[in-house]
């Protein structure tokens, strides 16, 4: 009996180590299970597969379905982004990072498929014109994006950074449709590469081309036939070597363009953006010595000067501190697109007055910002401001060539 009583401890003991190993596993797996259950869920930017018509709620699918016509379509869209990129904004300082997730998701497909109709349209149907305002739209959502990504939690952040890395690719998309030239941007990740060459546009001949395809002549030939190029759109050069176009103004400058409807209004705020770098660079202009001593009159100006600057600053926003090369680029990229913007309005109408007007603001101001940045050259040593000064007096100097010959011909 005693034999029998050893025999079943022998092999009772290894069968209750066993089970007690067993019940271990199970609840360990028990326990994973229920961690696994508790983490999010996988992220619905940019891989949920749902279409956005079954994301929308009812009021916003009514409005996708009654609209028949493309372009209300794009802008039916671009609503329901705004919406939801609110929502999104809303959620996630809340701290509500999924619905933030959802929403963002939803203002990825609506963007999208804006931007994905605007650039299956033709250029009569006013593809070029549809571009330029989504891609107006998607600048200022994209500062929305920024706030956003800053707010997400660590471990949640991948999804607002697709989301930011989709609006800025759309961007570049609808960019390149809005200025004519499907090759000018590359993805926004490359966007601060400079270009590997830059040559001269030419026709097939071999020889720079100045006129237009259908053998008119550009308002501003000369910045296709003497300068090396990183791209050409309709006659101008659009440097992208360093930051999206309309990333260095300030919100308020940013305002201003879009509010200035005629060309000789917006030539204006071209130049007073242009100003304000050169002055960061140079100092205000030299003003005369003052005679013997300050007296009450001097400091009544002094403080009427500061005033002047104070409101300036509200009106046009504070420019960051940056190095002279930053400040000649941003000068040259308000050059250029003061150029771009006088092309469009010499296509639509070359002997408009305000056009004719717009040429004098900048002839004059181009004359008198090139008497200031020429005499820089002698005090600059470092190559890379070197390089930028160069490109911002022959910036410059094309822009007041072209604005010359403009007048000429009235």
């Keep these: 009996m005693a034999n029998k009583s050893l025999i079943a401890a022998r092999y009772i003991g290894p069968l209750d180590r066993l089970c007690l190993a067993m019940f271990a596993m199970m609840l360990l797996f028990g326990v994973v299970t229920t961690a696994a259950a508790q983490q999010p869920p996988e992220p619905p930017v940019p891989v949920d597969p749902t279409p956005l018509i079954e994301l929308l709620p009812p009021a916003e699918k009514t409005a996708v379905g009654q609209s028949k016509d493309p372009k209300k379509l794009i802008f039916v869209l671009l609503n329901i982004s705004d919406s939801h990129l609110d929502l999104a904004y809303s959620a996630i300082k809340g701290s509500d990072t999924r619905t933030s997730e959802k929403q963002l998701d939803?203002?990825?497909?609506?963007?999208?498929?804006?931007?994905?109709?605007?650039?299956?349209?033709?250029?009569?149907?006013?593809?070029?014109?549809?571009?330029?305002?989504?891609?107006?739209r998607l600048y200022k959502q994209i500062r929305t994006l920024e706030l956003i990504e800053r707010m997400f939690p660590p471990e949640r952040l991948p999804f607002a950074t697709a989301a930011l890395k989709n609006a800025k690719q759309l961007r570049v998309h609808a960019l390149n449709a809005a200025l004519a030239a499907g090759d000018m941007l590359k993805d926004p990740d490359e966007i601060d590469k400079k270009p590997e060459s830059e040559s001269p546009i030419k026709n097939e001949s071999g020889q720079n081309d100045a006129g237009r395809s259908d053998g008119t002549q550009w308002l501003f030939p000369s910045r296709v036939r003497d300068r090396p190029l990183t791209s050409v759109s309709r006659g101008f050069t659009v440097r992208v070597s360093y930051q999206l176009p309309g990333d260095y103004l300030t919100e308020e400058e940013d305002d201003h363009v879009r509010q200035a409807q005629s060309p000789d209004e917006r030539t204006k705020v071209f130049m007073k953006i242009a100003d304000r770098r050169i002055i960061l660079i140079t100092g205000p202009p030299t003003q005369l010595p003052a005679t013997s001593g300050k007296d009450a009159k001097d400091t009544k100006q002094d403080k009427k000067s500061q005033k002047k600057a104070e409101e300036e600053e509200r009106e046009w926003g504070t420019l960051p501190s940056l190095s002279h090369t930053d400040l000649l680029r941003h000068y040259a990229r308000a050059i250029d697109e003061c150029v771009a913007k006088l092309e469009d309005a010499y296509e639509r109408n070359p002997k408009a007055a305000a056009l004719m007007r717009a040429l004098t603001i900048l002839r004059d101001s181009t004359e008198r910002q090139l008497a200031r940045l020429h005499p820089l050259a002698s005090s600059i040593t470092d190559d890379a401001e070197t390089k930028a000064l160069a490109t911002a007096i022959d910036s410059a100097e094309s822009a007041n060539k072209g604005a010359r010959d403009g007048l000429s011909k009235k």
């Design 106 to 136: 939803i203002y990825n497909k609506a963007a999208a498929e804006a931007t994905g109709l605007a650039l299956s349209l033709s250029q009569k149907d006013g593809r070029r014109a549809l571009s330029k305002q989504i891609e107006q």
